[in-house]
């Protein structure tokens, strides 16, 4: 049995790193238009850049890691089962289920390390690139805006900027809201940084435009002013800093939980805080899941061509990301708790697993 094992495994170990290798580079491909942007039209600094793209691989590989193990499953299985060697195996009295549990307990190897993974390098990596996207802006305020959307990067100011061609702005809106009265606007046809960063602050120039500003006898009162240049400083200091408050997905499972306690102990609803705990773990266990789903599939499908059992796992994928997606949607929405809606997809399809796999044993 020990030989057999052995062959299973070694079946499935190449497929599954070229699987997670490819899937990998293909999504980290998908970011090279915005990185190669950042170095050739912002002038970004290539070590900033290689650093974002590093700290893009730990995400990836929330995801890639299962689709990779799924696809490995079906095509060595698959491959195995198109030869008629899983048939040869059975007909010398060797139980399906003790074929694949070396492959069943990898996977739950797998999702284990995931969890772990999950736990403390995502939010470490999530976190590192926004304060490295953070020092970008400082050094080059233009790198880090996007146009056509709106930035809420600096103190006090919400921008939307329809064209940015490096330091150089145009049909730029800024606005800033007041605790009491209406929102102060500032429309500009066009303009551009001048930073100051020994005073950690950016001078914002703007050219052609029209201002609100607070009339003097009633300041919650504006008037229109018109302009042919206007400078306005925009606050840097908390940037330049680092102090960047995490979010969501940059807290570990523990900063969560203490998050969602002081939510409830202020009696706000901690939903979207839950969600993301059971998202974590729920995603990491889908490894096993694929393995459990792939492993049945591929033995019933009996084929061994690659692209085929590709196909098959891209379909699975989707079938259980659409699933997931639906979830989290119900779970924000508070319609239902996200420590049951959660955990449907794994649910759904581990059960769809576990009958093929009975089916397959039958």
Not at 169 to 182: A, C, H, K
């Amino acid at each position: 049995m020990k030989i057999l094992r052995d062959y299973f495994l070694g079946e499935f170990i190449f497929p599954f790193f070229l699987a997670l290798g490819v899937l990998t580079f293909v999504m980290l491909l998908g970011n090279l238009l915005k990185i190669t942007d950042l170095i050739i039209n912002k002038g970004v600094d290539i070590f900033s850049v290689m650093k974002l793209f590093l700290l893009m691989v730990p995400y990836l590989l929330t995801y890639t890691l299962p689709i990779a193990a799924l696809a490995a499953t079906l095509i060595s299985l698959g491959r195995l089962s198109g030869d008629n060697e899983i048939v040869a195996i059975k007909a010398c009295g060797i139980h399906m289920l003790r074929l694949l549990s070396p492959l069943l307990t990898l996977g739950m190897m797998l999702s284990l390390v995931l969890v772990i993974f999950n736990d403390r390098v995502i939010p470490y990596a999530h976190y590192a690139t926004r304060k490295t996207l953070m020092e970008v802006g400082v050094k080059n305020p233009a790198a880090a805006l996007e146009p056509g959307v709106f930035i809420n990067a600096f103190e006090k100011y919400v921008l939307f900027i329809y064209n940015i061609e490096g330091n150089k702005l145009s049909n730029i809106r800024i606005y800033e809201p007041q605790d009491e009265g209406p929102t102060r606007t500032i429309v500009a046809k066009r303009g551009e940084f001048i930073l100051i960063p020994e005073k950690k602050t950016v001078k914002l120039k703007l050219m052609d435009g029209t201002a609100d500003e607070p009339d003097p006898d009633n300041p919650s009162n504006f008037y229109k002013l018109n302009f042919k240049t206007y400078f306005m400083s925009l606050n840097l200091s908390k940037q330049e800093s680092g102090e960047i408050n995490k979010k969501p997905k940059d807290m570990t499972l523990q900063e969560l939980r203490r998050e969602a306690g002081r939510l409830k102990k202020d009696r706000i609803d901690p939903a979207p805080i839950l969600t993301e705990i059971h998202k974590k773990i729920s995603l990491a266990l889908s490894c096993f899941v694929f393995i459990l789903v792939g492993a049945s599939v591929a033995v019933i499908t009996r084929r061994r061509e690659k692209s085929i059992n590709f196909g098959i796992a891209f379909l699975i994928v989707g079938l259980y990301y659409l699933m997931f997606i639906g979830a989290e949607a119900l779970s924000l929405q508070g319609r239902l708790p996200p420590a049951v809606v959660m955990w449907l997809p794994n649910i759904i399809m581990g059960i769809s697993g576990a009958l093929l796999v009975r089916k397959v044993c039958a």
